[in-house]
């Protein structure tokens, strides 16, 4: 039994203090609302649920695109140094052939992890594309954008054994509604994403069960007073969590705050969009076939669209503290909100009986330990 004392607990929607968490059997088997002789003091640091990340390309060269489970697995054994304790890797936009690999990739690293992963729980895989709008693109590679092909997408499924836990789709593309109705009806959650959708379209792929917007505003028409669009759709919308990038480059700060002002603590949820570059010096790189150059930790394709991110997801959280927004709100939306949005409800808070994945930071949200099934991994 491991028992953490003197700990300032967000669950996260509740704060507990002096905390005293007892871990067991890597579950979390008590938390109580005061201090324990026996425990490790940890002096009032802040205990958080482990961050979960659904949107993820990759991270210290590790490439969620390259079919090898080992790459998977090094991805996942990074994480933890960033909070991450669950993700979903996600695939760009890439030929039949290689999205076949990494759907194939994605099974086995989850078979190799089993119940006692040593890094970061690999949650299934995030199909970023290829549905979704040439016009769209952003740094997806568009030689391979095509409409919704349910046969195919069905080959996907088979080769990652059912572990796809969300696609990215455009509802305008011919096919899309009925798609989206095919892929709920699997168990699959639907984010609309890389898409010019009217509102009145978006609206119509919420009714046909989308629940996730893919890094609102980016890849989508902006906000106009009298053609609302996609973005002010899925906002509005209480059923649809949408993902931000807080990288404070990808979104202005303002923008972030009133995502959060409408759509709160229950369905933000703060993403990294983090490519393989992310983590490693400035320089050329490669992603799903383009060209990206990062300068300044910022990747952009040679025509200056953004390609991705190199965030990291604690620095996502400091960043929206930065710009105002309160800590309960902030731990929740890289936590209990993107955990639920994934149908795992026993991730991403802490309460007894669920997995003890939980990250310790200090007062200026740096972050001290990780913890995944109650091993430290950090
Ligand atoms: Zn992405």
């Known amino acids: 039994m491991l028992i953490l004392t ?39 640091a802040l205990v958080v649920p482990g961050f979960i990340d659904l949107h993820i390309h990759g991270y210290g060269g590790h490439d969620t695109n390259s079919g090898e489970p080992e790459e998977l697995l090094a991805l996942a054994e990074l994480l933890p140094r ?27 690293a989850i078979r190799i992890q089993g119940d006692r992963p040593r890094g970061a729980r690999i949650l299934g895989l995030h199909l970023e594309g290829p549905y979704i709008n040439p016009e769209k693109a952003g740094a997806q590679n568009s030689s391979h954008i095509r409409p919704p092909d349910w046969e195919e997408f069905l080959q996907y499924w088979d080769a990652a054994e059912g572990k796809i836990r969300a696609v990215t789709v455009a509802p305008e593309l011919p096919g899309a509604l009925e798609f989206i109705g095919k892929a709920v009806g699997l168990g699959v959650t639907v984010s609309i994403g890389h898409t010019a959708a009217s509102y009145e379209k978006a609206r119509a792929a919420i009714r046909a069960g989308a629940r996730r917007a893919t890094h609102l505003f980016n890849a989508m028409p902006p906000v106009h007073h009298r053609a609302p669009g996609v973005a002010v759709a899925c906002l509005l919308a209480p059923e649809v969590a949408v993902e931000l990038i807080a990288d404070l480059v990808h979104v202005a700060g303002p923008m972030l705050e009133l995502a959060w002002r409408v759509a709160g603590t229950e369905r933000v949820m703060l993403v990294t969009d983090a490519i393989p570059a992310g983590g490693l010096p400035d320089g050329h790189y490669a992603l799903g076939g383009l060209e990206v150059d990062v300068r300044e930790g910022v990747a952009r394709l040679g025509n200056g669209a953004l390609a991705g991110s190199t965030l990291s997801l604690d620095q996502a959280v400091r960043n929206a503290v930065s710009i105002g927004i309160p800590l309960r709100d902030a731990f929740c939306s890289a936590t209990s909100v993107p955990a639920r949005a994934c149908g795992l409800a026993q991730l991403g808070t802490l309460q007894p009986g669920n997995p003890a994945d939980f990250i310790v930071l200090d007062p200026e949200l740096n972050l001290l330990r990780t913890y995944v099934g109650g091993e430290r991994l950090f």
């Open 6 to 44: 003197n700990a300032r607990v967000y669950t996260p929607l509740e704060v507990v203090e002096p905390a005293t968490l007892f871990i067991d059997e890597g579950r979390i088997a008590d938390l109580r609302a005061k201090r324990h002789p026996r425990g490790e003091d940890l002096k009032g």
């Open 82 to 108: 960033y909070g991450v304790t669950a993700f979903l890797p996600t695939t760009v936009t890439a030929s039949h052939e290689e999205l076949l690999r990494a759907s194939r990739a994605v099974a086995q």
